[in-house]
């Protein structure tokens, strides 16, 4: 079992004759994960490394059965291709472009909540990792193996660096959310999904100043699960009212610190380390 990515996934890559679109296509391929079409408006026809390259998205999937999609489109074309995936009811679109306009997210988002056929995981995001299954973005796939841990993460490289702390434990599935401020999966979205899953035992949730992503989180884990979670809050010395690298992490006032979401997290009985190591050492005594 895992969350979302499974065995069964096949992938397309939204843009996989761009640089970064081969260059990541190539990194899931070595990793294991089923791509089976790219889509370039027309480019149909053309081949990356002998993965057929479709006009667009419904092409793809009457083709070759695709029903994931990962979008490495460039900013301005980003909701369009977003829109083209819902058209054709893809079941999972992963969005790893970065400097989406907000509103365009807004858009798209609530296009594919309307639709109901379509999960967005993004934008702004590594993607999503069901170790020895299947691998949809950009997170390296050698860092850790198959096991009983589920992650949900804002930060790309708190993820990366979270997988390899616990690799001797693995994981069951690694989802980075992203960190703007409208996102398509949330941490609830995940928690609930892990809470779910009879082949994850525990739940690290990293989150970061900004927001009150994490405070509802909090109130979702009182009542709804009842698996152990540990928990890091990134930015604890960030200054306050100033953007600090993801769009959405912005301090104001006490609301969106790294200690009100600490103290939020802990209420609802999460332990949450001071430092990445500290939380993979949590999850640690959990796990032994």
Not at 132 to 154: E, H, M, Y
Not at 167 to 182: A, E, H, K, Q
Not at 238 to 264: L, N, R
Request: glycine share 12%.
């Amino acid at each position: 079992m895992a969350i979302w990515l499974n065995d069964d996934s096949k992938i397309l890559v939204q843009g996989m004759t761009g640089s970064e679109g081969t260059k990541h296509t190539r990194r899931m391929v070595a990793s294991g994960a089923k791509v089976v079409a790219g889509v370039t408006p027309g480019k149909a026809g053309q081949e990356v490394d002998g993965i057929p390259v479709f006009n667009n998205v419904a092409d793809a999937m009457a083709a070759t059965g695709a029903n994931v999609s990962v979008v490495f489109v460039p900013p301005k074309f980003a909701k369009a291709a977003v829109e083209e995936a819902v058209d054709a009811k893809i079941p999972l679109c992963v969005v790893i472009t970065e400097g989406i306009p907000v509103h365009d997210t807004a858009q798209f988002y609530q296009y594919a909540v309307n639709s109901g056929s379509t999960r967005i995981i993004g934008p702004n995001c590594p993607g999503i990792i069901s170790p020895g299954k299947s691998n949809a973005g950009i997170i390296p796939a050698d860092i850790t193996k198959a096991g009983r841990i589920g992650l949900v993460s804002k930060s790309g490289t708190l993820t990366y660096q979270m997988m390899y702390e616990l690799r001797d434990f693995g994981f069951s599935t690694c989802v980075g959310i992203g960190g703007d401020p409208i996102i398509g999966t949330t941490h609830i979205d995940a928690l609930e999904a892990f809470q779910n899953d009879p082949e994850t035992d525990a739940i690290v949730i990293i989150g970061e100043i900004g927001g009150d992503a994490e405070e509802r989180a909090a109130a979702f884990i009182k009542t709804h699960v009842t698996k152990p979670v540990v928990g890091y809050v990134a930015g604890f010395t960030a200054p306050e009212g100033k953007t600090m690298g993801h769009a959405g992490a912005i301090v104001s006032g006490s609301a969106g610190t790294a200690a009100a979401k600490q103290e939020a997290l802990e209420a609802a009985g999460v332990r949450v380390g001071k430092t990445p190591s500290a939380t993979a050492a949590l999850m640690r005594e959990i796990m032994q």
